[in-house]
């Protein structure tokens, strides 16, 4: 009889406390930067040679001395001011739980997706926020609707090797031919150009390129020609 007092009255303790939950007021997403410098006026080269500006941005950020990263393409640190923005939108996440996420989530999603469309000045509806680059490039690659079995798409050795296994997931996919190619080295401008010249050339079923403007060996491409 205890037993059942005890799980009752926790029971009861439990549906208060979500009750209270549910009508309370959801913490409103701080789109406010919190302590950012103010950027300086000016043409970029000055802004780009402001060291008391690049000293306060540096000072946003707490990262070991004990190293200097040049790999920030791999592994980009957040900024003191998004962590704590990070935890704290973590934490309310935690704490609304399921009420949250199938009730209030996808109406602070459309929030930031418009905010995001401002900035960049596009539609909402031509906005997708993904997890980093990589991911997007692998929905782009996969969800291409314009290719039909006996098509061919084109990459070359250089390029990422994650946006490679997308070109070859494709084959499987798709019923496509996958063509990979060699760029020349050294790599000159011309060799470049001409190998990829060669390659489209044949395969005249071409209708997907991956074409990457800087590979991870600090090749630049040249991507307009």
């Not at 707490?62 to 001011?81: F, K, Q, R």
Request: aromatic share 8%; hydrophobic share 45%; charged share 25%.
């Amino acid at each position: 009889m205890q037993l059942i007092k005890t799980i009752s009255a926790d029971r009861r303790s439990m549906l208060k406390g979500l009750a209270a939950a549910a009508v309370a007021p959801l913490a409103a997403p701080a789109f406010a930067a919190e302590g950012l410098p103010a950027q300086p006026a000016g043409p970029a080269a000055a802004v780009a040679t402001d060291k008391a500006y690049w000293a306060a941005v540096k000072g946003l950020y707490s990262v070991t001395p004990d190293v200097v990263n040049l790999e920030n393409g791999y592994w980009g640190i957040m900024a003191e001011p998004v962590r704590r923005e990070f935890i704290r939108q973590s934490d309310m996440v935690n704490y609304q739980n399921t009420y949250y996420a199938r009730l209030r989530a996808g109406t602070d999603f459309e929030a930031v997706r418009a905010k995001v469309a401002e900035a960049v000045d596009a539609a909402p509806d031509e906005i997708a926020l993904t997890r980093g680059a990589t991911e997007a490039l692998q929905l782009l690659i996969g969800g291409y609707n314009r290719l039909k079995r006996g098509d061919s798409v084109l990459y070359a050795d250089l390029d990422y090797d994650s946006m490679q296994y997308a070109m070859n997931a494709l084959k499987a996919r798709r019923g496509v031919d996958v063509v990979k190619f060699d760029v020349p080295e050294p790599a000159t401008r011309q060799a470049v150009l001409d190998a990829y010249a060669r390659a489209i050339e044949a395969n005249p079923k071409t209708r997907l390129l991956l074409l990457t403007d800087t590979v991870e060996k600090g090749l630049e491409e040249p991507s307009e020609q």
